[in-house]
Structure formats: C-alpha cells, structure tokens
C-alpha cells in the first residue's frame, strides 16, 4: 500500500440547462418515447448552448470542485481534462480550461472516449501518490451533441453534454484510487467513432465524400458496443474489488458509466449484487461520455449515498475502444468545506423530494375529488 494515498477532497458537476426530452426527439427523428425507455432508460439530456464550450462547462465544474476543497486556482499544480469533444481537434481543450481558471500549472488532455475520467483519475493519482504534485485537477466534459447526427436515431437519442470534476490531494489515511484496471483494444476502433476529418480522411481531401456520407459525425456499432460492454463491465469490476483484497459485498456504491440501463442491470446480476446499489442517474442525462462517471459520483454524493468513507466502484467503457475500472474509497478525516457542500447537497436533496412528495399527495387528493364529484354528477 502507497505511504501517500490521492484523497478526493473536492468535487463539482455542471449540466447545461437545455433539456431534449424523448418528445422533442420524437418530433426530429422516427422513434418513441416507449422505445427510448425501455431500450435505454433515457427520458432526458442536456445540452449545451450554441456558444458553451468544452471548456467552459469544464471551468464551472471546476470551481465548484477547487471552492469545495477549499483552494484557488492559482493552487493547482496540475490539471488534466478527460473528453473526446474539445474547443479544437488543435490543441487539447486543457490549456484552455487553465487560462479560464486562471491557474498557473501544466495542463494536458486524455482522450480515452467515455473512459476517459476514470484514465484521468488513475493518471492523477500516480502524480500525488509519487510525491510529484499536491494538487490536483481532474475534470472530465463532453459536449458529443455538437458531434451528433440529430438525422440519426441510432446514436441521437444517446448522448448528452455535462462535466464533473474533482480535486486530488495527499492523505497519509487510505483514501482515493486503492486499486485499478486500465484497458483497450484497438480492433474495436470502427464501432464507435467519427470517420471523417482525421488523417485518414482529411477535410480537405474528402470534403464531399464526408459531407454527402455525413462522415464528421459519431457512428456506432450499438450491438458491438452493447456485447462489448456487458462482457466487460463486471468482469473488470470483479477484478479491481478482487486485487483490494475485498468482496461485492464490502463495497458501498457501484458508479458505472451511464451508457444504457440494460448493461448496468446486467453488471448487477453479474456482480450478484441489488441494482439499488448501483448509482442510475441516466434517465435525466443520457450517456455524458467522459462526464459520466463522476457526474453519477457528484450525484451520489449529494443525494448521501457515497459518505466519509465508503468504498466505491467506478467501471467506464467506450470508444477506442477502451475501458476502466477503479476502487475508490471516499476520505475519512478532518472535517473540510467539502463536507460542508456535501451535507448541503444532501439538505438540497432532501428537501427537494420532500416538497416532490407532497405535491404527489396534493396532486393525487385533487384527483380523487375531480373523480368523486364527476361520480356524484353521474349518478345525479
Ligand atoms: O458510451 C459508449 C458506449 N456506448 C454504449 O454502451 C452503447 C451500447 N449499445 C446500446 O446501448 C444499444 O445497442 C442501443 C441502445 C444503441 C440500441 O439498442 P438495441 O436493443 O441494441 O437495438 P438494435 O440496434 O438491435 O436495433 C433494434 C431495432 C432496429 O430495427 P429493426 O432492424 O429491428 O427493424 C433499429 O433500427 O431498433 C431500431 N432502432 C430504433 N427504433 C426506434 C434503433 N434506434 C432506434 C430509435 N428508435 N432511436
């Protein structure tokens, strides 16, 4: 065990605040809100306006992710942004997020397509645990819509735009990154990517090809993808709980990555462990790629169901394709303002689906008094 452990000490989400819902895409493109449900589990998404950027929503994630741990961004010793959808193909979207902060360190991007975070988190350990750094940024932001055929109904329905972020800094208590998984391969390339404007296919050379085949946009292989995934989520999850020396039991939360409802159920059954211990928040934001992951961990810790430490499993899967597996476990300690965020996060929570409750029993009681007095006109 590492004599310097990575804790997470602060954390931030931001959500674009456009909503497409199953009905607006109902009206775009041949498909149904029955479909869309149940073949993935996805009600809503978000995303982006015309003028945010990679980078921007990756800023307001992380200043609410550097105000919770209690840092400037000044602090920062380095940031490292995980997406697949930067400002520019040229260069990486992270010197850009480090300019909009203000912060004055290195800076660099990983593009492991919706594994990306999970690569990012493992990768900003090894800074903190090897003594190199004390702090430091992980983000992870993908805007796909601007990537999507809305003409596509295979891949539109999916995807959504979002960004989470966490601070990294030393502990001397176990805490953080305790184990992990890194994995690719690469004969998978064709079942999830974009086919025109690389260097394979230059704009400028296959202009009309890429537009007429409509080639600049994401293409995926959902069944590839889907066998890929199911194959690979428990599996690799089993992996990283076996070598902490733990068992499905012993973890608190699974965070997997919000790809389709129908993989995570999957994963259960194969972990044998209840869905209610797998973090769901893909209903209300499709599959956010490289934000997925710490999105659903962001959410799990405002809604209290990720505390001082517990220990997590995040497992993420995608393009490349590529895949990642961590055992997390959530610091212990000195009380930081980033519980402080938490407990309100918690509070918000709360006091959200208690009003959600009582206008539920408000709505219903109407309802009954609608039914009774139409019943009473009948029978007069
Ligand atoms: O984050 C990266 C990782 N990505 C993933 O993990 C995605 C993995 N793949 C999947 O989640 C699923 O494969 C999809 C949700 C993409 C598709 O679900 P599926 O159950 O595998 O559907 P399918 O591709 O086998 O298509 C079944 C039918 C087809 O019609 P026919 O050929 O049976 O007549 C499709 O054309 O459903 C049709 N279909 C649709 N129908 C209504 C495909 N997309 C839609 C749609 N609405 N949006």
């Known amino acids: 065990m590492p004599e310097r452990y990575a804790k997470i000490t602060g954390w931030g989400k931001y959500v674009p605040e456009r909503v497409l819902t199953n009905a607006d895409l109902e009206k775009m493109v041949e498909t149904s809100d029955e479909w869309i449900t149940?073949?993935?589990?996805?009600?809503?998404?978000?995303?982006?306006?015309?003028?945010?950027?990679?980078?921007?929503?990756?800023?307001?994630?992380?200043?609410?992710?550097?105000?919770?741990?209690?840092?400037?961004?000044t602090d920062l010793d380095l940031i490292i942004v995980a997406s697949t959808s930067p400002d520019y193909l040229v260069p990486g979207v992270a010197t850009i997020v480090q300019d909009k902060l203000g912060a004055k360190c290195g800076s660099f991007q990983i593009t492991a397509g919706c594994s990306g975070?999970?690569?990012?988190?493992?990768?900003?350990?090894?800074?903190?645990?090897?003594?190199?750094?004390?702090?430091?940024?992980?983000?992870?932001?993908?805007?796909?819509?601007?990537?999507?055929?809305?003409?596509?109904?295979?891949?539109?329905?999916?995807?959504?735009?979002?960004?989470?972020?966490?601070v990294l800094q030393p502990s001397e208590q176990p805490a953080g990154v305790m184990t992990f998984e890194l994995g690719s391969d690469g004969s998978g390339v064709e079942a999830l990517y974009v086919p025109g404007g690389g260097s394979v296919m230059p704009f400028g050379a296959y202009k009309d090809k890429i537009f007429n085949e409509r080639l600049m946009f994401l293409k995926m292989d959902g069944q590839t993808v889907f066998k890929f995934a199911t194959r690979t989520i428990a599996s690799s999850m089993k992996r990283v709980v076996d070598k902490a020396g733990l068992?499905?039991?012993?973890?608190?939360?699974?965070?997997?990555?919000?790809?389709?409802?129908?993989?995570?159920?999957?994963?259960?059954r194969m972990m044998r462990q209840p869905l209610e211990k797998f973090m769901v928040n893909i209903q209300k934001y499709g599959n956010t790629s490289a934000a997925s992951v710490p999105l659903a961990m962001v959410e799990a810790i405002e809604e209290g169901r990720c505390k001082p430490g517990d220990k997590m499993v995040m497992c993420a899967f995608g393009a490349g394709l590529t895949w990642a597996s961590a055992v997390v476990q959530f610091g212990v300690g000195e009380f930081t303002p980033a519980h402080t965020l938490f407990s309100l996060g918690r509070a918000r929570f709360l006091a959200k689906r208690t009003v959600g409750r009582a206008q539920d029993l408000v709505q219903q009681f109407l309802?009954?008094?609608?039914?009774?007095?139409?019943?009473?006109?009948?029978?007069?």
């Open 247 to 268: 068992l499905p039991e012993d973890i608190q939360l699974f965070i997997p990555h919000q790809a389709n409802l129908r993989i995570i159920e999957a994963a259960a």
């Open 117 to 166: 975070w999970v690569y990012a988190l493992v990768v900003g350990t090894q800074f903190i645990q090897s003594g190199a750094f004390n702090n430091v940024l992980v983000v992870g932001t993908d805007v796909v819509s601007y990537g999507t055929d809305y003409e596509d109904r295979t891949t539109c329905v999916l995807f959504g735009d979002a960004s989470a972020s966490v």
């Open 367 to 380: 309802l009954a008094m609608q039914f009774r007095r139409a019943e009473s006109r009948k029978k007069k």
């Open 38 to 73: 149940t073949r993935t589990g996805i009600k809503e998404r978000h995303l982006r306006a015309e003028n945010e950027q990679c980078s921007d929503l990756s800023v307001k994630s992380a200043e609410k992710a550097l105000a919770s741990a209690g840092l400037k961004a």
